[in-house]
């Protein structure tokens, strides 16, 4: 018997390329050559690659899937920001701002940016006045305590 480490290695031919339309064979610009020879240009990785053969990518990779309508721009952004309006009141007015600017550009309604914009102001607006409120009291505790 031979020993199979000694046999040359013929490398791995990979299936006849099909794709969506019924190609028999890839795509212009894929890669040439044969595995384990050294001046072939190497494979790219991944769909759409800039260094080999830009194959469609197959559905769910990046891409809705049939019938599923893309997600409207901006909503992640306005649910951030309804979640900041709540947290952190500055930080919702920019989020939601920006949610709302996305969705304006899409020409898609975006209630919750609103919704978050909103909240975001008016508790912003409620922070200021309980600081000066809190503000105002401790100024005036000092002067109170000397009798002027």
Do not use: C, K
């Amino acid at each position: 018997m031979s020993d199979p480490r000694q046999q040359p290695y013929e490398g791995y031919q990979p299936p006849a390329y099909t794709g969506y339309t019924g190609q028999s064979t890839p795509p212009p610009g894929g890669w040439q050559g044969t595995p384990g020879d050294p001046s072939a240009p190497a494979p790219g990785y991944g769909y759409g690659s800039a260094q080999g053969a830009s194959y469609p990518a197959p559905p769910g990779y990046g891409v809705p899937a049939y019938g599923q309508p893309p997600e409207p721009p901006g909503r992640t952004l306005g649910i951030v920001g309804l979640v900041l309006a709540f947290v952190m009141p500055v930080a919702g007015i920019v989020v939601s701002a920006m949610s709302l600017s996305a969705s304006r550009r899409a020409q898609v309604p975006n209630a919750i940016g609103a919704w978050g914009l909103w909240l975001s102001i008016i508790f912003t607006v409620l922070g200021a006045l309980v600081f000066i409120a809190w503000f105002g009291v401790l100024l005036a505790v000092p002067f109170s305590m000397t009798g002027y």
